[in-house]
C-alpha cells in the first residue's frame, strides 16, 4: 500500500508539475507583466518547501530516537551536500529562465560589444533610473539555462542544442533525488508523504515552466516539448521506488534521511528561490511576495489538515 502510494505521489510531482505549468503558459501565467507572475510562482514554492521542512519533517525526525547533536550535524551535512551538488549543476534549479516567455531579446544597439563591457552582454535588458524599484524590469534571455557552470553567457555562443539534452539530465537527476525525498517522507507517515509531495509539486512548476520555454527554442512542436520534460519528471516516480526499498533497509536511519530531505527544501527555498526574489520593490510588489509566500506555507498546512482528518 506504501509503495503504491509513492508511485501515485512522485508521479503527480514529477510529471503533474510539468503539465500544470504547460497549462499556466497555456493561461497567460507566470511572465512578466502578468497578475500571476514568476516572483508569485517562487514565493508560493519558498513557501511550502520552508513550511514543510521546519513544521513536519524536522519535527518528526526529533520525535524519534535519535539524538538531537545527530540530527543538526545531519542537516548542516545535508547543506553542504547540496550545495556541491548545485556546484556540479546536478542540483540546480534555473528558476530564473522562467522569468519571461518570449524570445531571446537582441543586445543592446547602444551597449558597446566588447569583452571589456561592464554590462550583461547576453540579451538582458536593464531599464534604469525610474524603473530602479521595479527590479530592474529585466528581460532575460533564455539561452543560458543550459550552460554548463550556471554563469551568464552570449545567447549566439551556447543555445540550447537540440533537444536541450543537458538540460533534461539535470531535470531528470534531479527529479530522481526528489523521489527519494518524497519516499522518504512516506516511510516514516503517509500524511508527510503527501505534504512533501505537493511541497516537490509546487516548487518545480516555476522550473519547468523554464524548462518547457528553453527546449520550445529548440523545437516548433510544443507537444515534443511537454513530452520530454514529462519523461524527465517521471523519474522522481523511480527514484520514489528506489527510495521505499532504500529506506526500507535502513528503518533505523529514517530520522537521518527527514533531515537530509529537510536540508534539500531548505537549501533549494533560501538558495535558489528566495535570492530571485531579492529585488527592490514597490510597497504593493513586497506585500504581494509576502502574501504568496505565506500561502505556500497556508497550503501545506491545509494539505497536512485534509490528510490528518483522512
Not at 510562482?41 to 539524538?67: I, K, N, R, Y
Not at 537530509?260 to 527592490?280: C, E, G, N, T
Request: net charge negative; glycine share 10%.
Amino acid at each position: 500500500m506504501t509503495l503504491v502510494a509513492i508511485i501515485l505521489a512522485t508521479l503527480a510531482a514529477g510529471i503533474g508539475s510539468v503539465w500544470v505549468a504547460a497549462l499556466l503558459m497555456r493561461a497567460g501565467m507566470g511572465g512578466q507583466g502578468n497578475r500571476v507572475g514568476p516572483q508569485h510562482l517562487l514565493s508560493l514554492a519558498a513557501g511550502a518547501l520552508l513550511a514543510t521542512a521546519f513544521m513536519h519533517l524536522l519535527p518528526e525526525a526529533f520525535e524519534s530516537q535519535a539524538g538531537a547533536h545527530d540530527l543538526f550535524a545531519t542537516l548542516l551535512v545535508g547543506l553542504v551536500f547540496f550545495f556541491l551538488l548545485d556546484k556540479a549543476e546536478l542540483w540546480h534549479h534555473g528558476h530564473e529562465h522562467a522569468h519571461s516567455h518570449a524570445a531571446p531579446v537582441p543586445p543592446v544597439p547602444h551597449a558597446p560589444a566588447t569583452a571589456s563591457h561592464a554590462g550583461p552582454p547576453h540579451g538582458h535588458v536593464h531599464a534604469h533610473g525610474e524603473n530602479d524599484h521595479h527590479g530592474h524590469n529585466h528581460d532575460h534571455s533564455h539561452a543560458h539555462a543550459a550552460s554548463a557552470n550556471g554563469h551568464h553567457h552570449h545567447h549566439h555562443h551556447h543555445a540550447p542544442r537540440a533537444g536541450g539534452w543537458a538540460l533534461l539530465t539535470g531535470d531528470s537527476v534531479h527529479c530522481f533525488g526528489d523521489g527519494i525525498l518524497i519516499a522518504s517522507a512516506f516511510m516514516a507517515d503517509i500524511r508527510l508523504g503527501l505534504i512533501a509531495a505537493v511541497s516537490v509539486l509546487a516548487h518545480e512548476v516555476p522550473h519547468h515552466m523554464g524548462d518547457l520555454v528553453v527546449l520550445r527554442q529548440t523545437s516548433s512542436n510544443r507537444r515534443v516539448a511537454l513530452l520530454k520534460v514529462s519523461l524527465a519528471g517521471a523519474v522522481t516516480a523511480l527514484g520514489g521506488i528506489v527510495g521505499y526499498y532504500l529506506v526500507g533497509q535502513l528503518q533505523d536511519w529514517l530520522p537521518y534521511f527527514l533531515a537530509i530531505a529537510s536540508s534539500s527544501f531548505v537549501y533549494v527555498a533560501l538558495a535558489d528561490l528566495i535570492p530571485q526574489l531579492q529585488k527592490r520593490l514597490s510597497a504593493a510588489q513586497t506585500l504581494a511576495q509576502i502574501a504568496w509566500l505565506v500561502a505556500g506555507m497556508a497550503v501545506v498546512t491545509l494539505v497536512s489538515g485534509l490528510a490528518h482528518a483522512h
